[in-house]
Nanobody, 123 residues
Framework: QLQASGGGLVQAGDSLRLSCAAP????????MAWFRQAPGKEREFVAA????????YYADSVKGRFTISRDNAKNTVYLQMNSLKAEDTAVYYC??????????????????WGQGTQVTVSS
């Protein structure tokens, strides 16, 4: 139900914008989030945004470099990634859910997931 796109191979310092669309489905009232998983590592929280778009949350490792946004009319959430680093290399997943504030960074709080898009940053 969620389709992530926009990944690719870039050099350190470059930018990418990921998109996550929900064709045929409106996640009204849902928060949207991005998680990522690097080889041999656990899935980790990247960013989240509430339905209204007025509240956003970021992992410390991406704060100031990544920006999450959403267009509810298009059922799409975005992740603008600037100043990419080699350690940002991972498969990025989008997710939808209704987490309480204390769980907004927890993957189990999200019921719907996309298939993932690969981001590779060469140093």
């Amino acid at each position: 139900q969620l389709q992530a796109s926009g990944g690719g191979l870039v050099q350190a310092g470059d930018s990418l914008r990921l998109s996550c669309a929900a064709p045929g489905r409106t996640f009204s009232g849902y928060s949207m989030a991005w998680f990522r998983q690097a080889p041999g590592k656990e899935r980790e929280f990247v960013a989240a945004i509430r339905w209204s778009g007025s509240n956003t949350y970021y992992a410390d490792s991406v704060k100031g470099r990544f920006t999450i946004s959403r267009d509810n009319a298009k059922n799409t959430v975005y992740l603008q990634m600037n100043s990419l680093k080699a350690e940002d290399t991972a498969v990025y997943y989008c997710a939808a859910g209704r987490p309480i504030l204390s769980a907004v960074r927890t993957s189990s709080a999200y019921a719907y997931w996309g298939q993932g898009t690969q981001v590779t940053v060469s140093s």
